[in-house]
Structures are given as structure tokens and as C-alpha cells.
């Protein structure tokens, strides 16, 4: 994933994206295309800025306009509308700097703000890996919804079998940098734990 993502060079091969050549282009160039959720849910957000301001950061992203938060204030009502679609009352938080959110609606955060661009290529750097069980089904559950609806291409890393298993059409499973399964469709929603875990041995 940091291959794709450009914080690590590719020893060969190429990478395409959006049919664009990147594999020597930097984070920056990529980001044009590509958006990123860590497992870490303090680096994908400003925990200095406010949920509203760091909306605006990323919406400013892709454009050239200069960040300018006062112009941005009938914006609020749209922020609002959006934030109350993730169930996890960020709406009220809209003024709150993002320090003092919890996790699970930091990096629920970070996943809307990931999104709002609409990228060719979403990562999801085990994403919920940092989240207690409760907060990490929450958390997966608004990622689905919001894969589905915006229709997103997504590459997830989890090892959290049970995620592997329910989410996506694919499921590629690495082990010591050599692929030992890949599976789609069909073959993969017949597949269960017993098999993933004996593909290991």
C-alpha cells in the first residue's frame, strides 16, 4: 500500500492509476486521484482545527481557491446534512476542535473527509485497527455505506478475518511478501475462517 500510495519505491514493475503512469510521481501528484485512511485516526484529521474547518480542508484539497474560512459559512447547513448521515452525532461537534472527539468519530471523520473528493482509489490502511470492537463495526459499517453509495474502488488492509470475509469483492490474502490467495465472486463468499486460516499453512 505505500507502494501505490508513493511514500515507498517500487523495486519494478509500474503503477497505473485513474490511466495515469505514477510509479516515479510523488504523494502530492497522487493525492490528485487517490485518497488514504491510516489506522492511526490522528493523522488523517487537524486535531487543532475544528470538524467544520477541517471539512473545508479537505473540499479545498483539489481546488486552487485560497482557504478562507469566512467565506465558507453557508457551507455549515451542507457540513451539518453530511456529518448526520454517519449516525455518530459529529453534527453537533461542528465547531469542536477534532482533539477532543473520540476515536471512533475521528477516524469516522477522517473517512468522510477522505471521500469527499471522490477519488479513483480509496487505501484503507487497517483503518479500524486502533478502534474497540464496537466502535471498529461502527466504523466499518459507514465505510460500506459510503463505498456503495459514492461506488468507490478500495483497497482495505485488515487482518481482522472476519472484515476480510464480509466486505469486498476480492480478497487477496499476503503472507511474508508472497500472495497466498486471491479470490473474488462466488469463490469468495463461500469462503470461511477454517479456509482462510488453513490457506496459511
Given at each position: 500500500?505505500?507502494?501505490?500510495?508513493?511514500?515507498?519505491?517500487?523495486?519494478?514493475?509500474?503503477?497505473?492509476?485513474?490511466?495515469?503512469?505514477?510509479?516515479?510521481?510523488?504523494?502530492?501528484?497522487?493525492?490528485?486521484?487517490?485518497?488514504r485512511?491510516?489506522?492511526?485516526?490522528?493523522?488523517?484529521?487537524?486535531?487543532?482545527?475544528?470538524?467544520?474547518?477541517?471539512?473545508?480542508l479537505?473540499?479545498?484539497?483539489?481546488?486552487?481557491?485560497?482557504?478562507?474560512?469566512?467565506?465558507?459559512?453557508?457551507?455549515?447547513?451542507?457540513y451539518?446534512?453530511?456529518?448526520?448521515?454517519l449516525?455518530?452525532?459529529?453534527?453537533?461537534?461542528?465547531?469542536?476542535?477534532?482533539?477532543?472527539?473520540?476515536?471512533?468519530?475521528?477516524?469516522?471523520?477522517?473517512?468522510?473527509?477522505?471521500?469527499m473528493?471522490?477519488?479513483?482509489?480509496?487505501l484503507?490502511?487497517?483503518?479500524?485497527?486502533?478502534?474497540?470492537?464496537?466502535?471498529?463495526?461502527?466504523?466499518?459499517?459507514?465505510?460500506?455505506?459510503?463505498?456503495?453509495?459514492?461506488?468507490?474502488?478500495?483497497?482495505?488492509?485488515?487482518?481482522?478475518?472476519?472484515?476480510a470475509?464480509?466486505?469486498?469483492?476480492?480478497?487477496?490474502?499476503?503472507?511474508?511478501?508472497?500472495?497466498?490467495?486471491?479470490?473474488?465472486?462466488?469463490?469468495?463468499r463461500?469462503?470461511?475462517?477454517?479456509?482462510?486460516?488453513a490457506?496459511?499453512?
Amino acid at each position: 500500500m505505500n507502494t501505490i500510495a508513493g511514500t515507498l519505491s517500487a523495486d519494478a514493475g509500474e503503477i497505473d492509476l485513474a490511466d495515469h503512469e505514477v510509479s516515479k510521481k510523488s504523494v502530492a501528484y497522487r493525492s490528485r486521484w487517490m485518497s488514504r485512511v491510516f489506522q492511526d485516526p490522528k493523522m488523517g484529521t487537524a486535531g487543532d482545527l475544528t470538524v467544520f474547518q477541517n471539512l473545508v480542508l479537505a473540499q479545498s484539497h483539489t481546488k486552487t481557491s485560497s482557504l478562507k474560512w469566512y467565506q465558507r459559512k453557508n457551507d455549515l447547513d451542507k457540513y451539518r446534512d453530511l456529518l448526520k448521515t454517519l449516525n455518530m452525532g459529529l453534527e453537533n461537534f461542528l465547531n469542536t476542535q477534532v482533539k477532543y472527539l473520540s476515536g471512533g468519530q475521528r477516524q469516522a471523520l477522517s473517512l468522510l473527509m477522505a471521500t469527499m473528493s471522490k477519488p479513483e482509489l480509496l487505501l484503507l490502511d487497517e483503518h479500524t485497527a486502533a478502534l474497540d470492537p464496537k466502535t471498529s463495526q461502527e466504523v466499518m459499517r459507514i465505510t460500506d455505506k459510503i463505498i456503495l453509495h459514492e461506488q468507490l474502488t478500495t483497497m482495505m488492509i485488515t487482518h481482522k478475518m472476519s472484515d476480510a470475509l464480509k466486505y469486498g469483492n476480492r480478497l487477496i490474502m499476503v503472507q511474508d511478501g508472497q500472495i497466498k490467495l486471491d479470490v473474488r465472486g462466488t469463490e469468495k463468499r463461500n469462503l470461511n475462517k477454517e479456509q482462510l486460516l488453513a490457506a496459511f499453512e
